[in-house]
């Protein structure tokens, strides 16, 4: 027989450890990439002569692969002397690729901001700091959370790349099932049908804050 | 980013490894490491060929297709939106041979790399094919054309131009996403630079090489889509009087 319940229901209990794993990861590594991401964009308004070298480098970690960049991280950081754990170097570079797209979006956020909230700060003889987190922040973060939901079921989709660093995620898990028993059939069915489930449920959940967010009234 | 600046940063980058492979630590892995940039070359143009294909594909078929048809397009973008690439290609490496069929691996990294991307370029068409003005749509009914005629005269030509700028995103992704095919014995750059890491352990600069390579062949691809994006815009202006 092609698909064996028995068995499925035999590694679930593994599975389900291992998409612990997963789900830390994705944690971990979103609150690397919101955060830094927000550092990254704001820098830029706050220093303008950061631009230039903060778009470079955006630019630089969005074109090449995330797997190169987590081989970059694993087997690099330790020759200049930080040696840090799979899962460690996993999360930060999953974290440093996202943050270069969250940065993007908070731009966007920022960006959408008319010059005039500036200016009105200004002329109330508010500091740039307390415009900065009082007037821009409240108005610009709002509308690009459905966007930076995007990106965190786009990074809760690449984490199996981990598995290239034997991270003991789910499909590093499926594939040493499957390595020992010879049946891969069902492992990774199992965690397709897992990313599947999450992705859209995520996609629901995403959906419904977009219209939340849309049914406050406009300032 | 502008294409002025974009060039810029191509010249830097080819310069950097032009410098870096008079240097004999770096230059010994040039050759072997750019033997696997042809493969991953090979993969991405096969992957964006059949990607643009299953796009263009799947969107008609969930937007004018007949029900069953209609289904089976939501099924497949859905399917391959919600997982993995990662998972996909170990799906068709792993799993399929078990169901009797075996895909060469090269086969299977186009396979999957494609379909993959495929389902979400064809929300791309879909998007710049629902962006055309319905006035477009009544104007062709008034001049008596049928659906299909109007279709492929006058909608598509005009949403491709808005397709344009993200299916080069997803071009992107779909050259990064290469990198995965490592994974299943293909010797494409990255399984290049894993094999001459391991045995070299001349790791820095084996993969400060691959990342160049990698960051010249993305801005090679970025800056001729945005080379095409402006010639397509330049066609619209002149035809469509938008």
Known sequence: ?219 | MGIRTLTLMLVAALATIGLLALSPDFSVFLPQLLRGAVLTVEIAVLGCLLAVAMGVFAALARMYGLRPLRWLATTYVEIFRGTSALVQLFWLFFVLPQFGVTLPPFLVAVLALGLNVGAYGSEVVRGAILGVHRGQWEAATALNMTRVEALRRIILPQAFVAMIPPWGNLFIELLKATSLVSLITLADLTFKAQTLNQSTFKTVPIFTLVLLLYLALSLVLTIGMRWLENRAALGLARGSGR
Not at chain 1, 80 to 102: E, K, N, Q, S, T
Not at chain 1, 137 to 148: E, G, H, K, R, T
Request: with cysteine; net charge neutral.
């Open chain 1, 1 to 219: 027989m092609i698909w064996d319940w028995a068995f499925a229901f035999e590694i679930l209990p593994l599975l389900a450890q291992a998409a612990v794993v997963t789900i830390e990861a994705t944690v971990l590594g979103f609150l690397i990439a919101a955060i830094l991401g927000l550092v990254l964009a704001s820098l830029r308004i706050a220093v303008p002569a950061t631009a230039w070298p903060i778009s470079v480098l955006v630019e630089l970690i969005r074109s090449t692969p995330l797997l190169i960049q987590i081989f970059f991280v694993y087997f690099v950081f330790p020759k200049w002397g930080l040696v840090i754990d799979a899962f460690a170097a996993g999360v930060i570079a999953i974290g440093i690729h996202y943050a270069a797209y969250c940065s993007e979006v908070y731009r966007a956020g920022f960006d959408n901001i008319a010059r005039g909230q500036w200016e009105a700060s200004i002329a109330l003889n508010l500091s740039s700091w307390t415009t900065f987190r009082d007037i821009i922040i409240p108005q610009a973060i709002p509308p690009v959370v459905p966007a930076l939901g995007n990106y965190l079921v786009a990074l809760f989709k690449e984490t199996p790349l981990l598995s290239a660093i034997a991270v003991l995620e789910l499909m590093q898990t499926a594939k040493i099932i499957g390595s020992q028993t010879f049946r891969y059939t069902e492992p990774i069915t199992l965690v397709g049908a897992f990313f599947l489930v999450m992705s859209l449920v995520s996609a629901a959940g995403i959906g419904a804050l977009e219209r939340h967010l849309n049914r406050r009234p406009t300032r």
